[in-house]
T-cell receptor
């Protein structure tokens, strides 16, 4: 299965600032996803990152708040913009690789103060 | 839309069997997943089952699928303290859909020594 390197693993940020999270995959993948896991909650899909086109956002998530880049088939970034304490969560990238498995990065634990 | 539900908490004694249950609503699901999340970690794929199967066994793990009732279960035999974690079932829906995973709320498994 694909191996994902997600950075940073954690960060503490001031409200009003932005943080960009990177996801690097060791193989080319078509499908790449970004999830949010709020404290004590399940995973919620933010968007599907599409190579060469705009990301597809789920209801409740907008591009201005969570801009996503996907410049090639092995890399994507998620930016959390104009952060507030409510954005404190774990953010995870995921890929659908060969076969049937969805692989997840180790996550970025974000705390906004 | 699709929905996946799980019980929130399960406590078992070390050495006993654990059974974690999940129900889903999407009748077009082609396969279903079980993921494990340990504290402070990302998601680890434990196992998956195709929708045309009713059982899959992998060492200490047994997955049972009742497609008529849309019920999925994960049985862990000889549960160990290292099995303490949150377990998520996840449904990607039909193969020709958006490929996005819908997660259950997660079941927190506590293994008592």
């Amino acid at each position: 299965s694909a191996v994902i390197s997600q950075k940073p693993s954690r960060d503490i940020c001031q409200r009003g600032t932005s943080l960009t999270i990177q996801c690097q995959v060791d193989s080319q993948v078509t499908m790449m996803f970004w999830y949010r896991q709020q404290p004590g909650q399940s995973l919620t899909l933010i968007a599907t990152a599409n190579q060469g086109s705009e990301a597809t956002y789920e209801s409740g998530f907008v591009i201005d708040k969570f801009p996503i880049s996907r410049p090639n088939l092995t890399f994507s970034t998620l930016t959390v913009s104009n952060m507030s304490p409510e954005d404190s969560s774990i953010y995870l990238c995921s890929v659908l690789g060969q076969g049937y498995g969805y692989t997840f990065g180790s996550g970025t634990r974000l705390t906004v103060v | 839309g699709e929905d996946v539900e799980q019980s929130l908490f399960l406590s078992v004694r070390e050495g006993d069997s654990s059974v974690i249950n999940c129900t889903y609503t999407d009748s077009s699901s082609t396969y279903l997943y079980w993921y494990k999340q340990e504290p402070g970690a990302g998601l680890q794929l434990l196992t998956y089952i195709f929708s045309n199967m009713d059982m899959k066994q992998d060492q200490r793990l047994t997955v049972l699928l009742n497609k008529k009732d849309k019920h999925l279960s994960l049985r862990i035999a000889d549960t160990q303290t290292g099995d303490s974690a949150i377990y998520f079932c996840a449904d990607p829906g039909a193969l020709d859909s958006s490929y996005k995973l819908i997660f259950g709320s997660g079941t927190r498994l506590l293994v008592r020594p």
